[in-house]
């Protein structure tokens, strides 16, 4: 599976950005995916994911009702709307696949897209 993540780019603080992810390649194998976000000089988090049907989503607290994952598999597109932002969302967002619900290893990696919020 290939991922390839965009729609980054420097926003202020309170609008919002609309994060794309298109995969490519055997995508069945991306039961899951997941978004996360990496600030300079620290971790790489997971911020959101979603299962192959919608059904399931989670959420990292610091997002939670700001930011809405989705996913579009007849356009093997992943989607992450993001609200409200704030000058702590700013860090590289990476998209990425795993193949299965509560598996914390992600196979398939995007390159990242940056995210700069502006106070």
């Known amino acids: 599976v290939q991922l390839q993540a965009s729609g980054g780019g420097l926003v202020q603080a309170g609008d919002s950005l609309r994060l794309s992810c298109a995969a490519s390649?055997?995508?069945?194998?991306?039961?899951?995916m997941g978004w996360f976000r990496q600030a300079p000089g620290k971790e790489r988090d997971l911020v959101a994911s979603?299962?192959?049907?919608?059904?399931?989503?989670y959420y990292a607290d610091s997002v939670k009702g700001r930011y809405i994952i989705s996913r579009d598999n007849a356009r093997n597109t992943g989607y992450l709307q993001m609200n409200s932002l704030k000058p702590e969302d700013t860090a590289v967002y990476f998209c990425?696949?795993?193949?299965?619900?509560?598996?914390?290893?992600?196979?398939?990696w995007g390159q990242g897209t940056l995210v700069t919020v502006s106070s």
């Open positions: 390649g055997r995508t069945s194998s991306c039961y899951v």
């Open positions: 979603i299962s192959w049907t919608g059904v399931r989503t």
């Open positions: 990425a696949c795993a193949a299965r619900w509560g598996s914390d290893k992600y196979d398939y």
